[in-house]
């Protein structure tokens, strides 16, 4: 018996790091859109870049490990791909709720899933996937109050195209070193995209609750789960961690729900399902040749 409780402790102890990864991601962009009122989307994530890159900085100590020349070229556009994913999902939950921006930005991994796919099923995960962002988007219904709005939605599909040439280079960009390419990957998005949010910021920005706050959102939105991820992966098989990467949605609507008091109806609870199970159904029969495994992006 006590051989069968390690045995189960195992398996399911990485299942919980990567649950609780994912309640932090969530809780972390909740927590930002406190910033927003005082310093705006853009500068907040231009904190938060920062802090993160700081943080990871000191605890994982890139420059130990020397990046070929030849690296940096995937390096830069994993960069640049995380920034701008960053900054678009930010932009887009200042206009939309947190649950369907996170659903919308799921396009990008869920097509690079379905592109990469070879399985039977494709077209029905990929009808069951334009039912659900069809009702997201209001084209279910012709009621005004349930009109979302355009930018939020053009910023959030802006970040699942930005999220899914994350996937693709930082699939290259960790053939070096995982970790590494990760911390290397924000520095590059932190300058890239910092002086976006720095050139006008507020005057709140130098403000000692709007830096905390900040550094709690860079906590809870990279470093923990970057960390979390690194312990859970290699004891988790690719299919079961791709399962509970398509829970993200869900993750975002309960997380505006608890945090924000984002009410969703009914209707968009169940497309943000629909969305779920498509990238599910994906994971799960889908076989493709080269699996993906990429760290949290959010």
Not at 153 to 160: F, I, K, M, P, S
Not at 205 to 230: D, G, K, N, Q, R
Request: hydrophobic residues 55%.
């Amino acid at each position: 018996m006590t051989s069968y409780n390690a045995s189960l402790r195992a398996r399911l102890m990485p299942i919980g790091l990567l649950l609780i990864a994912m309640s932090c991601i969530q809780g972390g962009a909740s927590l930002a859109t406190s910033l927003f009122p005082a310093v705006g989307p853009a500068t907040a994530t231009s904190l938060r870049l920062i802090m993160a890159a700081l943080i990871l900085w000191a605890i994982f100590r890139p420059w130990r490990w020397r990046v070929a020349r030849r690296d940096w070229r995937d390096l830069l556009l994993y960069g640049i791909a995380m920034g701008s994913m960053n900054f678009l999902l930010y932009q887009a939950i200042n206009h939309i709720p947190l649950g369907i921006a996170v659903a919308l930005e799921f396009t990008g991994p869920l097509g690079v899933a379905l592109w990469s796919s070879k399985s039977r099923f494709d077209l029905l995960w990929i009808a069951i996937a334009i039912a659900g962002l069809a009702v997201l988007l209001g084209l279910d219904h012709g009621n005004s109050d349930h009109t979302i709005n355009l930018t939020g939605v053009l910023c959030a599909l802006g970040a699942g195209g930005c999220w899914a040439a994350y996937i693709l280079f930082g699939q290259r960009a960790g053939e070096v070193n995982g970790m590494q390419s990760a911390v290397w990957g924000i520095t590059i998005a932190a300058v890239v995209i910092a002086p976006i949010g720095l050139v006008n910021a507020a005057p709140a920005i130098t403000e000692s609750h709007v830096l905390l706050i900040a550094l709690c959102v860079a906590l809870l939105s990279t470093a923990l789960p970057y960390t979390l991820e690194m312990v859970a992966l290699p004891r988790l098989p690719t299919q079961t961690f791709g399962t509970l990467m398509s829970l993200e949605p869900a993750f975002g609507a309960l997380s505006g729900l608890l945090f924000l008091g984002q009410a969703l109806s009914l209707l968009q609870w169940l497309a943000i399902m629909a969305v779920v199970t498509a990238s599910i159904g994906t994971t799960v029969t889908g076989r493709s040749a080269e699996p993906i495994e990429a760290p949290y992006p959010d």
